[in-house]
């Protein structure tokens, strides 16, 4: 009777693919519904530390992830005149012969898990969603978008920061909070130099470039805009100029090739932590949709993939679901509110222009934490 067989993922980003993934591979039944009808995501990349290297490899797409992108070992902290302050050496946890760190472009790691999910059976609707949700104590009810109905063992919320499964637990309980800061990107062919992630940290600015490919990488910056601006779609590139003109080295050496408005990808920052259970009856909540905070420390997606996993280790067995995502919620919680506690405390650093913030000690502290098992 508690048996999880048959699991309805609500959302087909990064963390309700690798949830297909991993519970396929425990023999679960999968139905994925992702509410875009073109399964698109936006094109610029993500940095995948460690801990996430190591979980792909535990999700079995360590090989085609590894093609998909971009490996390098080590983080390099730069001030704004481009000189080098800390080199930060990647750790190997997914063992010797694979390497510490990714730099993926969205759409090649959506490529890569979205495949992989078909593969192992998978199914998937897009253009659908959860339309009425009813639950008792052996399953739950849907009624989808499309008129369709089913009736499932368990029902996980991957549908990202704006979920509507968690409007559907929590009301209006939680909502997404504007920090004051936003973020810029833009892709470049890779410079040869980029051969690790490189962070220009200083209290007048701060940029980013991350190898996503032999032949591309990204720049990000974060921008504090208190008012939460509307930004002009034709000024973006003279924005993003401005937002990193204290900025030397390589920044500033490509600051000036930043002038195709449509490729600036500029987004302010929200975030929303559920600081309880994530779950009522059959019903949870993984990723974004239960823990979204800054790019920060770059763990976002990693804190929704290595959910993903742990909820397939748990549902094994017979003990009673409340129990199975007990469990879950015991190894998940204090690791995601961790990542998004620091994550916001560095934002709030930047925004007050705090001197004495030591973000080198934070990302150590960070990888320290990441590298325990999950
Ligand atoms: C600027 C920026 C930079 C970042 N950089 C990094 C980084 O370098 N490294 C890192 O690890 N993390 C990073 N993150 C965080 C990372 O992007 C997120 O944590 C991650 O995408 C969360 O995955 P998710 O699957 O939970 O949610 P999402 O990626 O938001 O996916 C949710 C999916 O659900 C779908 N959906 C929405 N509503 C519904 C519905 N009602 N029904 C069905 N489907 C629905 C959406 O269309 C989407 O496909 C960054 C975030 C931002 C904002």
Avoid at 78 to 92: C, E, S, T, V, W
Avoid at 176 to 192: I, L
Avoid at 347 to 370: P, W
């Amino acid at each position: 009777m508690h048996e999880v067989k048959k699991v309805l993922i609500v959302g087909g980003g990064i963390g309700g693919l690798c949830a297909a993934i991993a519970l396929r591979r425990e023999g679960v039944q999968v139905d994925l519904v992702e509410l875009k009808s073109e399964w698109t995501v936006y094109g610029v990349g993500i940095i995948q530390q460690s801990n996430v290297v190591r979980e792909m490899a535990r999700l079995g797409v360590l090989d085609t992830y590894l093609k998909a992108g971009y490996a390098f070992e080590d983080v390099c902290i730069y001030n704004l005149q481009g000189n080098q302050l800390a080199r930060i050496p990647g750790q190997r946890l997914a063992g010797p012969d694979y390497p510490a760190n990714m730099g993926v472009s969205r759409l090649a790691l959506h490529q890569v898990l979205s495949e992989s999910a078909m593969d192992l059976g998978a199914h998937i609707r897009l253009g659908t969603t959860v339309e009425r949700l009813e639950q008792d104590a052996a399953g739950v009810d849907i009624e989808f978008t499309d008129g369709s109905k089913g009736r499932y063992d368990l029902v996980v919320g991957a549908d990202g920061i704006y979920s509507k499964i968690r409007q559907m637990l929590f009301g209006d309980q939680y909502t997404p909070r504007f920090t004051g800061q936003a973020v810029w990107r833009y892709n470049f062919p890779r410079h040869p130099s980029i051969d690790h992630l490189a962070s220009y940290q200083g209290v007048d600015g701060n940029a980013g470039l991350v190898p996503l490919g032999e032949n591309l990488m990204y720049m990000f910056s974060t921008s504090h805009e208190p008012d939460n601006p509307w930004m002009d779609p034709n000024k973006l590139a003279e924005l993003m100029r401005d937002r990193i003109k204290n900025i030397g080295g390589l920044v500033g050496e490509l600051r000036d090739q930043i002038t195709d408005n449509s490729q600036v990808v500029y987004k302010p920052m929200e975030v929303l932590f559920v600081n309880e259970p994530w779950f009522h009856g059959r019903v949870i909540l993984i990723g974004d949709a239960a823990h979204a905070t800054t790019p920060h420390l770059g763990q976002g997606a990693g804190m929704a993939i290595e959910d993903a996993i742990v909820l397939s280790d748990e549902v094994r067995g017979a003990d009673s679901i409340e129990i199975k995502l007990g469990r879950f919620m015991q190894r998940r919680f204090d690791r995601c509110k961790y990542i998004a506690e620091q994550s916001v405390l560095a934002g709030e650093k930047e925004m007050a222009h705090d001197h004495a913030f030591d973000r080198v000690g934070m990302v150590k502290e960070m990888l320290k934490l990441t590298a325990q098992p999950i």
